[in-house]
Structure formats: C-alpha cells, structure tokens
C-alpha cells in the first residue's frame, strides 16, 4: 500500500532517464517474446502514468525524453479511464492532496481522450455496473469499436 508517494525526492536526470530506458525494453522484451494467444492484460498503472504523476516515480528527467519513451512503449489495444468526481476519489484515498487529485483527474481525462481506443466508465456507480461497462467496452474493443463512454 502506496502512503505518501510524493515523499521522496525525485532521481537524478541520469537515473530517471536510465530507469525508463530499461523499462522501455522490458515492455518491447515481454510483448515481442510473450506467447502468441488471445490474452486479457489488466493494468492499474502503465508507464503513462509516469507522464500524469513524475512524482509517484520519483521522476527527475527530461520530459521530453519521458513523452519519447511513451510513444514507444507498445501500445494497449484499449485504454479504460475508471472515472469519478475528484472528490470522491479524495474521499475514498488520500494519498495526495485534493488539489493534486484533482489536477490527476484533468490531466487524465485530457489523456484518455487522444488515444485511439478508450473508453471512460463512471467509477461513482456500483461496482457492479462499473465491471459491467468495462465488460461492454472490453467486448466491444474485441469487435473492433473505436470509442465508448460510459457516464
């Protein structure tokens, strides 16, 4: 668990550069070598998410060389934005200040909308009809839709 993940000082410039670098070609390595079947791939946090929080990754670097490294990573088929009002995220984890959270949430939407396929699902809803509408926008990312919005 993630208490205060702005706590601790950014890396040097070398070292930030060297980190992302590595992960880059751990992500090229895992998507080049992995096995070739149809496969569901979740992740909480991708490397982009160093683009909206450098301080959650103590990120000292360039940007430019962090926005580099973001168009290189291999791409997901489909992007999911679990969103909600900046304050009920705030008030369900306070690992930030609100007005950080709500900074993230901007910049998230902002995000989400230039990628290809995404899709926004209302996370203020029940869990039940959240895991329903990435179910939809899953299902419909397989039938090759381009962009769902569920709120």
């Not at 200040?97 to 900074?103: G, K, L, S, Y």
């Amino acid at each position: 668990m993630v208490v205060d993940p702005h706590g601790k000082p950014p890396r040097s410039s070398l070292l930030s550069v060297v980190k992302i670098v590595v992960w880059l070609l751990e992500e090229w390595f895992a998507y080049l070598f992995q096995e070739k079947k149809e496969a569901l791939l979740l992740c909480d946090r991708y490397f982009h998410d160093l683009l909206i929080d450098p301080w959650r990754y103590r990120y000292g670097g360039p940007r430019r060389a962090a926005n580099l490294a973001g168009k290189l990573m291999p791409q997901p088929r489909l992007w999911i934005l679990l969103d909600a009002p900046a304050e009920l995220l705030q008030a369900r984890k306070q690992e930030v200040p609100a007005e950080e959270t709500a900074r993230q949430c901007a910049v998230y939407r902002a995000f989400i909308q230039r990628q290809k396929r995404y899709a926004i699902v209302d996370a203020a809803q029940s869990l039940e009809q959240v895991i329903a509408d990435v179910e939809r926008a899953i299902a419909g990312a397989i039938l090759q839709k381009n962009t769902y919005r569920f709120d």
